[in-house]
């Protein structure tokens, strides 16, 4: 089994920064992805960021220039900084990760989809 737990979360003024980081644990032979989404207040989950085992860095249009992801590999862990914080980030923020779990796993060519607790972003004056 896998867990993702996150932290970092919390009340920012808009300009303001934050920064977000995510671990992975449990069997994992490796990770292939791990990214950020977010969903607000009556709105859908969307992409924030994320990063892949190739080295790509998508990121959703709202935050471009804005926010920053990185990854730990040797840590299983992936960071969002967020600066220049807007009221409009205002959401909860999930980690999500695609594990291949075993070795096997691996040789099947198959990985599983895991979703963090989520961790709430609130900016405001």
């Known amino acids: 089994q896998v867990q993702l737990v996150e932290s970092g979360g919390g009340l920012a003024q808009p300009g303001g920064s934050l920064r977000l980081s995510c671990t992975a644990s449990g069997t994992i032979f490796s990770i292939n992805t791990m990214g950020w989404y977010r969903q607000g207040p009556g709105k859908q989950r969307e992409l924030v960021a994320a990063?892949?085992?190739?080295?790509?860095?998508p990121y959703g249009d709202s935050v471009k220039g804005r926010f920053t992801i990185s990854r730990d590999t040797a840590k299983n862990t992936t960071f969002l900084q967020m600066n220049s914080l807007k009221p409009e980030d205002t959401g909860v923020y999930f980690c999500?990760?695609?594990?291949?779990?075993?070795?096997?796993?691996?040789?099947?060519?198959?990985?599983?989809?895991?979703w963090g607790q989520g961790t709430q972003v609130t900016v405001s004056s």
């Open positions: 990063i892949v085992s190739s080295g790509e860095t």
């Open positions: 999500n990760a695609a594990i291949t779990p075993t070795y096997s796993a691996h040789m099947s060519g198959y990985e599983l989809d895991y």
